[in-house]
């Protein structure tokens, strides 16, 4: 399970650096992808099912972390318009927020 960790710290440090680059929509796409992999170690740890894909994800968030799956669901759309619109600095922002917040959060669990 550490490797999950390991790699959604990478996808952090990748997300900083399209930040800092003005790559918004890349900084978007790796902070989100932090984000999921934080949760899916969150959901591993606490009920020992690993998600699958996004619709299990969002499944098991909104009946076991409500909370986290309201947050995460309102980042979702901001995800997908990465894919075909362009974001700005104010977006890569709000999810680079969250992705350090859902990490401390962990961080503080364990």
């Not at 390991?6 to 918004?24: D, H, I, M, P, V």
């Not at 900084?27 to 996004?54: G, Q, R």
Request: glycine share 2%; with cysteine; charged share 30%.
């Amino acid at each position: 399970m550490e490797d999950l960790l390991n790699t959604a710290e990478e996808f952090l440090k990748s997300g900083e650096e399209n930040l800092e680059k003005n790559r918004f929509n890349v900084a978007v796409s790796d902070f989100f992808k932090a984000i999921v992999i934080f949760c899916d170690y969150l959901i591993y740890k606490e009920i020992k099912i690993l998600p699958k894909n996004h619709v299990d994800r969002f499944s098991l968030l909104n009946t076991h972390f409500k909370e986290i799956y309201n947050k995460i669901s309102s980042l979702f759309k901001t995800y997908t318009q990465s894919y075909n619109q362009k974001l700005n600095k104010t977006d890569g922002l709000n999810l680079k927020k969250y992705a350090y917040e859902i990490r401390d959060y962990i961080k503080n669990k364990k």
